[in-house]
């Protein structure tokens, strides 16, 4: 996923958009879980702000697996992450490490892993297939979303038990 700054970089005020589309593969998140079938869509631009580049733009992956916080099933849904970052010309000078941007050096400018740590930063943290999913019950496990159970007609408060007893014992 390179990015050509052959002429934007010659020229402050520039400005270059560019896209891609690849499989997760190619940005290197093939170990990863729930990529396997995802196709990623990157749409920016490149400004030249006179001192820097700056890359900006959206990255949109469709078909990624999630495994629901609740009822743990599988279920594919898609990403939109935004994304920045800014590319100083490679000096003698210029340590990487020591500032918030990163260096280019030549024509080119490969934002392949901006990509990756930005999906991976991106990914949910509580992934739920659906709002309102019902998750499992916790007392026999059964997806309430598929169906229902019977623990909680069976399952009876401990307070409310005393009451059926004694509902019971006026019944005529
Ligand atoms: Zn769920
Ligand atoms: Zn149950």
Known sequence: MKINISQV?????????????????????????GWLDAT??????????????????????????????????????????????????MTLETNEEDNDFSCYQGDEIDITELVRESLLLAEPLKALCREDCKGLCLHCGTNLNLTSCSCLERIVDPRLAVLQQFVKKTEP
């Open 9 to 33: 970089k010659r020229e402050i005020g520039r400005k270059e958009s560019f896209s891609f589309v690849c499989s997760a593969r190619d940005v290197g998140l093939l170990e990863e879980q």
């Open 40 to 89: 990623i869509y990157v749409d920016g631009e490149v400004v030249n702000t006179g001192r820097l580049l700056e890359i900006a733009g959206i990255i949109r992956a469709k078909q990624v697996r999630f495994v629901c916080n609740r009822c743990l099933e599988e279920y594919s849904s898609s990403l939109e992450v935004p994304f920045s970052e800014e590319f100083q010309a």
